[in-house]
């Protein structure tokens, strides 16, 4: 299956650290060069099983810069689903030509992250050698945070820039957990052995706000939807708490519709209230929460 993500997301170009249109220009270059798999000089065995050890079985998985599917065979193996995303079209083809793309577990999207719906979530991401630097990194880090519901697994270059120990950083001073594994590839030279990082960021009870639990029982507000929920009920709760002025509202449904709601609440909130409001899961209970500004007392 092959999809499509939201164009708008070409407005951010500005925001990825690099000469993005550059670095898609050597993506497609490199897709005619049928001997090749792109970013095959990156991958080698010990990497590939220190990511399968990380990959719980039967998890949903987005793979973010698929190139022509040399991490997605792997994957398949274990994920339950894959979503392989990548916006060279030309990389796409070989990808989509393969016999990998032959399994039904596989679903391709032609694209960047900013542009996925944010109805569509996942139980991880894996980000394969992405070409976005510095404070970049940092942003896609905080983008994939929002769609998963466990962890970001990056795939990064232990090249001297250090990039990787920024967003660890980065991370960790947000309330991200990270982990670390520098990898080498022992069957090269000492000389020339290719060394990658693993950097692992369980965002699983992650939320952008410094507002504690206790806080939201004694300030929150209970909505009962039905199932199935009326057409729009997302939109007209968002707005309402909007208008209200609620610091939390408190959803709940029957668990039939829990999943869906959910991902149409996180559309709303990220379309009407976007740096105002976050989500949480509690059992069965969707919490729409308002961000402190900036300087706000707690």
Known sequence: ???????????????????????????????????????????????????????????????????????????????????????????????????????????????????????????????????????????????????????VILLLDEDGSLDWAYLAREAAAQGIEVSLRIIANEEQDLASRKRAVLLVAD????????????????DAREVEVPFPAPRGAATRLVRDMLARGDRVLKIRTSPEGSDRLYGNLRTAAYRLGRDRLTLRRDDDVIQIVRLPKAGEAE
């Open 1 to 151: 299956m092959v999809a499509g993500t939201d164009k708008r997301a070409n407005k951010h170009l500005e925001d990825f650290g690099l000469h993005l249109e550059d670095a898609l220009e050597r993506r497609e270059r490199l897709a005619n060069q049928y001997d090749i798999d792109y970013g095959h000089e990156r991958v080698f065995p010990a990497l590939v099983d220190a990511l399968l050890d990380e990959i719980p079985e039967g998890a949903r998985v987005l793979e973010v810069g698929a190139a022509t599917g040399l991490l997605t065979r792997p994957l398949l193996t274990r994920a339950g689903h894959v979503t392989a995303l990548e916006p060279s079209a030309g990389l796409l083809r070989r990808l989509v030509s393969s016999e990998v793309a032959q399994s039904p577990n596989l679903t391709v999207v032609q694209g960047m992250v900013e542009g996925l719906l944010h109805d569509l979530t996942y139980d991880l991401a894996v980000v394969t050698f992405t070409p976005r630097h510095g404070m970049a990194l940092s942003r896609l880090l905080t983008e994939l945070a929002t769609r998963v519901h466990d962890r």
């Open 203 to 218: 965002v699983s009870r992650w939320v952008p706000t410094l507002v504690t639990p206790t806080e939201w029982v004694t």
